[in-house]
């Protein structure tokens, strides 16, 4: 195992408290994030985190059950955010919605949104979900700059509010999303 990369890559995550992420053999959901807290030839101790960049115990690895490492690529460094951050993901927002007795309840809660736009929101339209900012409503549409799972900015799009069937504020996902957008803009 000595002068592998693999070792060189789970020596340098233990000395440099690196993270890295494992997959594992056999399973697609096998993916783990952490950092290495020591190794041999046979097993490995592993701080593993959560996707929200909480401490989720230690996990004792099988070396044999490394499929591959992931290592300084972009999801490693959002997760860096997340850890460092990861106290901001438990404080929800003070901001409080009115529902009024309206049968146009979705266009009230969409200009609530536009009036505060950096509240982020997860809109169900047509059977989807989409994640982002209102930044502007009308009596019939919107504009949601869009945001990924990672913090990614994915633009614009006008979407009409008569396609809207379900509304998610601000939830653990979002605030998680929030904070990677805001980490990619420079803004946090």
């Known amino acids: 195992m000595t002068g592998s990369i693999i070792y060189e890559v789970l020596n340098k995550s ?6 890295i992420g494992i997959w594992q053999y056999g399973d697609s959901n096998s993916f783990l994030m952490g950092r ?13 985190y959560t996707k929200f960049g909480k401490p989720d115990g230690i996990i004792a690895l099988q070396m044999e ?7 300084n690529d972009d999801y490693t460094k959002a997760m860096e955010c997340l850890i460092e951050y990861s106290s901001i993901l438990d404080k929800e927002p003070d901001f409080e919605f009115v529902l009024n007795n309206s049968e146009y309840w979705e266009a009230d809660l969409i200009k609530q ?19 982002g900012y209102v930044t502007r ?9 869009c945001v990924g799972k990672m913090g990614e900015d994915e633009g614009k799009v006008v979407f009409r509010i008569e396609d ?3 509304f998610k504020i601000h939830d653990l996902s979002d605030r998680k999303k929030d904070l990677l957008f805001r980490w990619r803009k420079a803004i946090l």
């Open 65 to 71: 059950a490394i499929q591959n490492i992931d290592y």
């Open 14 to 19: 233990k000395n440099e408290k690196e993270l």
């Open 113 to 131: 949104l536009a009036e505060n736009n950096d509240i982020i929101a997860s809109l169900e339209i047509n059977d989807d979900y989409y994640s």
């Open 36 to 48: 290495v807290i020591d190794f041999n030839d046979d097993l490995v101790l592993f701080k593993h």
């Open 164 to 166: 809207v069937t379900e």
């Open 137 to 145: 409503a009308t009596e019939t549409d919107f504009e949601l700059h």
